[in-house]
């Protein structure tokens, strides 16, 4: 039996998977681009680990320069360690070097934010977010995570997934969500895995935030297989569902064609 929702799943307990870095990475994915300070209460609450067990990580990775700790407020906050981590692998993310332009170009274009992102345990992480001079703006940037089961980037992941790993992550997204939500989050993500499969595209219209929708396209990286997924997104007022569809979708999809075709020619 698994300790840790990322372990792999072998059918038996994984002996080279070490389940106390697991939980030590689990306390630093806690901390929120715009929360940036916790104390161990509220960690232990975001990563549904033991307070004690919380404490000791704290204690250790703030000895490492992980963490920092303000005396004044006892909290915590992510320290220079994990800064230098964070920009070393963006630097070898190559496909934010590529995109970003077409990216820009976009979102000038159908005047909502276009957003590269990777799969992060049950989230989806903003590599990259691009923005047009006169939007209204979303409260995202990158760092910030957005849930992977009813956004329209989430969705997209999904749907590019092989359907042995999408079962997977799905039994976990059923664990968390509990028995009241999972079935029509559930229909959202198979009525997303056949539109993507139809269309190309998956869109979000109310489902993550009710007055914000969005569309997403997922990239297969030929080399090594790894999935990102571009998603663009405005209040609901600036981008209906018509739209979405009609206009932004194809351009979304050129978008992510073109990218490929860069990445290829690398």
């Known amino acids: 039996m698994r300790e840790h929702p990322d372990e792999p799943s072998n059918g038996e307990k994984d002996r080279k998977f070490v389940t106390a870095l697991a ?4 306390v630093l994915r806690a901390f929120e681009p715009r929360e940036n300070l916790l104390g161990n209460q509220e960690i232990a609450r975001r990563t549904g680990l033991p307070k004690p067990t919380v404490t000791r990580l704290t204690y250790t990775l703030t000895k490492l320069g992980y963490l920092s700790y303000n005396k004044d407020l006892e909290r915590y906050q992510l320290g220079m360690g994990v800064l230098a981590l964070g920009y070393a692998t963006l630097a070898n993310f190559g496909i934010r070097q590529i995109a970003r332009p077409y990216m820009q170009e976009l979102a000038e274009q159908v005047n909502a934010s276009v957003a590269l992102g990777a799969r992060e345990k049950l989230s989806m992480m903003y590599l990259d977010h691009r923005r047009a001079s006169s939007e209204v703006t979303l ?7 957005i849930p992977l089961a009813t956004t329209a980037m989430g969705r997209a992941f999904l749907a590019a997934l092989p359907e042995i790993e999408r079962g997977y992550l799905m039994t976990h997204l059923e664990k ?22 139809t269309h190309g595209y998956v869109t979000s219209v109310g489902d993550w935030e009710r007055e914000v929708n969005a569309v997403g396209v997922p990239l297969i990286e030929t080399t090594n297989g790894d999935i990102f997924a571009f998603n663009v997104g ?19 999809k050129y978008l992510v064609q073109n990218v490929q075709a860069a990445i290829a020619r690398i």
């Open 176 to 197: 968390r969500l509990g028995p009241e939500q999972w079935p029509s989050v559930r229909e959202g993500i198979e009525r997303g895995c056949e539109q993507y499969a």
């Open 23 to 26: 939980r030590g990475l689990d």
């Open 234 to 252: 405005a209040p609901a007022f600036l981008l209906p569902a018509e739209r979405l569809e009609n206009e932004v979708a194809p351009r979304l």
């Open 139 to 145: 409260r995202l940037d990158v760092g910030s995570r």
